[in-house]
């Protein structure tokens, strides 16, 4: 599931980078979430969710809207080799944070296996990264995204792991649910940030030239999720987001074919090393 997620994960990133103004396609996805919230909403007894779940929800859509909105920003002002090594580092933290918090202690094997996967990450994308780089608009807020991520991922563990242990009669899974409610939860925040910097106007443009492709990456996302959420429900979280690191690989094939991309040395032995990262967790977990 988590590697599906990851393959996902690369496209959707791939048609975001690729987009006239990425504030305005992340935005112009999100009629997709309120559409399929009143699709759900008759077959969800609401009442089922927990208190603490509703409170989890509240907090973990403003982390993803901050994400969405500081990972648009750091797309508009940089290149992809500049802001997803950094934003995509969550593995080295996450672990830092979910020992105290959930009790997770990786093993020796699936630490290494998480530092093998950073380090591929940053060989793959962060080749020439210096200090004047790492100084830019597009490095800060590549920082801030990858805040946004570490905190999203620990607040969506806890909550799928309340979810799962609450009685259930919806013929919808949980995961599904929970997925829909988040992408419109992240809107509360997400929407007035963009609307600060877009015109009516822009976004009208951007809708008229990309609604179809913001329609199909929005798919994209909502099943990408959905998977990690679903994992989230029984696999360690720090273990669950470095396999989805695994999207370097991905993406990397998608620049060639796609792009026409000839990935160096140091892209290749990235590649190598996540994969490497990838297989080590899943035989120490």
């Not at 329609?215 to 987001?241: D, N, R």
């Amino acid at each position: 599931m988590v590697l599906a997620s990851a393959l996902l994960h690369a496209s959707w990133s791939v048609s975001i980078k690729g987009s006239t103004d990425p504030l305005g396609f992340n935005l112009l996805q999100c009629w997709v979430a309120l559409a399929s919230l009143l699709v759900i909403a008759p077959f969800v007894d609401f009442a089922e969710l927990p208190p603490v779940v509703w409170g989890l929800l509240a907090a973990t859509g403003l982390s993803h809207g901050l994400y969405f909105y500081w990972m648009s920003r750091a797309f508009e002002l940089g290149d992809l080799s500049l802001v997803y090594p950094i934003a995509r580092s969550t593995p080295a933290f996450l672990p830092l944070a979910a020992v105290p918090l959930f009790g997770e202690v990786p093993t020796a094997g699936g630490l290494a296996g998480i530092a093998v996967v950073v380090a591929g990450v940053w060989l793959v994308y962060g080749g020439r990264l210096s200090r004047a780089r790492l100084a830019e608009p597009a490095a800060r807020f590549a920082f801030l995204t990858l805040a946004a991520t570490v905190a999203y991922s620990l607040l969506d563990a806890a909550t799928m792991r309340k979810l799962a242990g609450a009685s259930w009669t919806s013929p919808i899974p949980r995961p599904v649910v929970f997925s829909v409610l988040l992408s419109v939860a992240n809107l509360f925040l997400f929407a007035p940030l963009v609307l600060r910097r877009r015109s009516l106007q822009a976004l009208h443009a951007t809708a008229s030239a990309e609604f179809g492709k913001a329609t199909l990456a929005a798919l994209v996302s909502f099943a990408s999720y959905t998977l990690i959420l679903a994992a989230l429900q029984t696999a360690p979280v720090s273990y669950v987001v470095a396999v989805r690191q695994s999207s370097v690989l991905f993406a990397v094939a998608l620049g060639m074919l796609l792009l026409r991309e000839r990935p160096g040395r140091g892209r290749i032995v990235g590649a190598a090393l996540t994969v490497a990262g990838v297989a080590l967790i899943a035989r120490c977990s």
